[in-house]
């Protein structure tokens, strides 16, 4: 049997590798349209910021070194430009001229490439993107040859805002501009709100909820113009504004396509027999809101292809692909933030119905050094409390929450069996009762009437149908409360109750300057 495969990284490279396993006798051939046919493209900004220092670091596997492992026939500068699925027949441009390759098996895995959006100057030779290995080769490359003291980068995604900061780090005055209304668009305001306060503190300048309207070319600089008026002179510019799946070369193939993307069943089976397909070029279904839409992330890519290769190898017993969470983390300076699951606004998308629930909780022991708040948002189902989706941000211990709460996800749990997990604790990772442990404790005292919840953008309502009850403590309350509220602190509150007037009190426990975040 022939498996063939177009393009390599993450999903093509798992699937031939657990094709090899499975069969030894297959014939597998890779074609990649690049160099480089494994590399490590997460790692790209942090090769831009100087933190990986040996570019050949990023080449997770060569031809060579497949062919020795695996005897992968892996097939470098190999461009498919058009498929024949009636004869099972590719069309290739390669180094040496264009040419055929028939197929048994076919597993498409093209990935996604950068979005150009229509703007005057966007082809400028001061303009980057980081797709590449060559991407981030040149982009470092052109930082240490200078001079370069201001960049723009347009796009405040998890991969534009990893590479404002590692520009950042090289000495270069950095602007971000963003179209969405806060950096990370997927991430909460709330939860983005910390994130932009990092990025003041790198030195890093935004602009949000503004889009690019040119991009004026110079002698010296290019200048970037924004709709507001606004001028930004640099002499790079790096486009991460998102990514679309790379799918032209599928015209004419009978392939089905939903918005560019590939559409495949749970095994990665395409509409055409014979042809399967995976990662960025993928149309996705969300395990919890069912919206359908690429998802572009390493981890849900190398598990389908593995599970396609298994499809194919030994049809009729592999399991299905599992619908992914959209789980993702990211590292700004000190700050970490990460989510899960579905966020506000595909939950109101999908038409499910939440409770949003907020904690604030130290990442270990607060009496361990260096003991300080992490922030954490959860969405829960208010009908039969299943965990929905979860968000969280701050100094360390991110990703560990993170991942306990897509597990939960996965598994079905629902709030409640959050308090019972029996979670690892010391003094300098957690606490005994845990974020999670206490995402439950809050969670269940919500549903089940124990706690009602009031939120920022009802405070107009509270204020005039309520006496408002500040009892943080007295460095909190100095912060900043609402006018009129009554403060006490909760530890002095039974030794000054009469001072409590006899009528309904909503009580102040937290403050933040999102509209929906929790009081």
């Known amino acids: 049997m022939r498996i063939v495969v177009v393009g390599g990284v993450a999903g093509g490279m798992s699937c031939a590798a657990r094709a090899r396993r499975l069969d030894e006798s297959a014939e597998i051939i890779v074609l990649e349209r690049g160099r480089h046919v494994s590399f490590a493209n997460c790692g790209l900004p942090y090769y831009v910021g100087g933190e990986i220092t040996d570019s050949a670091s990023l080449l997770v596997q060569t031809p060579q070194s497949l062919r020795a492992a695996l005897n992968l026939d892996v097939r470098t500068n190999h461009e498919v430009v058009a498929i024949d699925t009636a004869r099972r027949t590719l069309s290739v441009h390669t180094p040496d001229g264009p040419t055929e390759l028939g197929y048994d098996a076919l597993v498409l895995s093209p990935g996604a490439t950068p979005v150009r959006p229509p703007i005057a100057g966007i082809d400028s030779a001061r303009v980057h993107t980081v797709r590449s290995v060559e991407d981030a080769l040149a982009l470092r490359e052109r930082v240490l040859a200078g001079p370069a003291d201001r960049a723009v980068v347009l796009g405040a995604g998890f991969i534009g805002l990893e590479v404002a900061e590692a520009l950042a780090g090289q000495g270069l005055g950095v602007t971000v501009v963003e179209l969405a209304e806060h950096v990370l668009p997927p991430l909460e305001r709330e939860i983005a709100f910390h994130v932009t306060g990092e990025l003041h503190r790198l030195g890093i300048a935004l602009h949000t909820g503004v889009a690019a309207t040119a991009i004026e070319p110079g002698e010296r600089n290019d200048v970037v113009r924004l709709a507001d008026g606004t001028a930004l002179p640099a002499e790079l510019v790096v486009l991460s504004v998102g990514v679309r799946p790379d799918t032209d070369f599928l015209t004419g193939s009978g392939i089905v396509l939903e918005r560019g993307a590939i559409v495949v069943d749970e095994h990665g089976r395409t509409s055409e027999p014979s042809v399967w397909a995976v990662g960025d070029a993928v149309t996705s279904v969300h395990a919890v809101t069912q919206a359908r839409r690429p998802v572009a992330l390493a981890g849900p890519a190398n598990r389908a292809g593995r599970l396609v290769a298994d499809d194919i190898v030994r049809p009729g017993s592999a399991r299905p692909i599992t619908q992914p969470l959209g789980t993702a983390i990211v590292r700004v300076g000190e700050v970490t933030a990460a989510m899960t699951g579905g ?173 929906r975040d929790g009081l």
Not at 428 to 449: E, F, H, I
Not at 455 to 462: P, S
Not at 495 to 505: F, L
Request: charged share 20%; net charge negative; proline share 7%.
């Open 343 to 515: 966020n506000r606004a595909e939950l109101d998308r999908s038409g499910l119905p939440y409770t949003t629930l907020h904690l604030h909780p130290n990442q270990h022991a607060g009496y361990f050094p260096g003991a300080r708040q992490l922030h954490l948002v959860l969405q829960v189902s208010p009908t039969d409390g299943r965990v929905l989706g979860a968000q969280a941000v701050g100094p360390d211990g991110i990703d560990k929450r993170i991942d306990v709460l897509a597990t939960a996800i996965r598994a079905g749990l629902t709030v409640g069996d959050l308090i019972d997990l029996d979670l690892c604790y010391a003094p300098p990772y957690g606490q005994a009762k845990d974020a999670v442990n206490l995402a439950g404790m809050v969670g269940s005292n919500v549903l089940d009437g124990t706690l009602r919840l009031w939120y920022a953008e009802q405070v107009r309502e509270v204020v005039d149908s309520a006496l408002v009850l500040d009892v943080r403590t007295p460095a909190e309350i100095a912060s900043g409360t609402l006018p009129g509220a009554l403060t006490i602190p909760h530890t002095e509150l039974r030794g000054r109750i009469s001072e409590v007037r006899d009528e309904v009190i909503a009580c102040l426990l937290y403050t933040s300057p999102s509209p």
